[in-house]
């Protein structure tokens, strides 16, 4: 992940850790059910039998979360899914602007946690809100050390500054960006609770309009 504006590396290694323990490469590499796979759409490689034997993307075209859905339909169908980290190989930027990285990460987590658990409607409906609870576990030690400050809370802080620098410079961004962690942190929080709110309403996103089935938690297209 190309990351290079200050809102880039302090908020992108946010999301990709807090997908990271929804969709850990041990679980995916080993999903038996639709809720435990991904995929990741800036690269996909299948061979074309198979991508035509699914139904190619027309039949994911309506999905807001088009790679998760494919991902799953490639596992129902009996093609287990494989999450792999070509670091060195292939490189993608997302977002360019904080604009652009906060309407893209509102459209997705929402409705992905949607698109995840599709044969529940029981976790569709809480996992939404159990999302930032991760986000909240990591700004703890920063709080704890504004209203407490004894030794433990600093300990735990310089745990956690060392956590987010060694993830900082796994994604290949300059260290010190790991320092800002508790920035990118209330960032997430503010994309989750904006993603939480628009729910299940109309997503209008680079010139396509989708909106969301409310019985089914399915994601169906609604214009063009």
């Known amino acids: 992940q190309v990351c290079l504006t200050v809102w880039e590396r302090v908020v992108m290694p946010q999301v990709w850790v807090l997908l990271g323990l929804r969709y850990h490469p041990w679980l995916v590499n080993r999903a038996r059910q639709p809720r435990d796979t991904i995929a990741n759409g800036q690269c996909l490689l299948l ?3 198979v991508y035509e034997r699914v139904g190619t993307h027309a039949i994911v075209q309506g999905e807001v979360a088009e790679d998760l859905a494919l991902a799953q339909r490639l596992l129902t ?4 899914v494989r999450l792999l980290y070509p670091n060195g190989l292939i490189s993608t930027r997302m977002y360019q602007t904080l604009k652009g990285l906060i309407e893209g990460w509102s459209k997705n987590l929402f409705l992905g946690t949607q698109t995840s658990f599709p044969d529940s409607v029981l976790f569709r409906a809480i996992v939404p809100f159990l999302l930032p609870l991760p986000v909240l576990f990591w700004l703890t030690p920063p709080v704890l050390v504004a209203f407490i400050g004894d030794p433990w809370t600093w300990i735990a802080l310089a745990s956690s500054l060392l ?3 060694g993830i900082t410079v796994s994604m290949r961004i300059p260290p010190i960006y790991g320092l800002a962690y508790p ?7 503010g994309i989750l609770l904006r993603s939480t709110i628009r729910g299940n309403r109309r997503v209008v996103w680079r010139g396509r309009s989708y909106g969301q089935a409310m019985t089914t938690g399915k994601i169906s297209e609604t214009g063009g």
């Open 47 to 49: 061979t074309r039998t």
């Open 77 to 80: 169908a009996g093609h287990p």
């Open 163 to 165: 956590f987010w620098i």
């Open 183 to 189: 920035l990118g942190a209330v960032m997430l929080l």
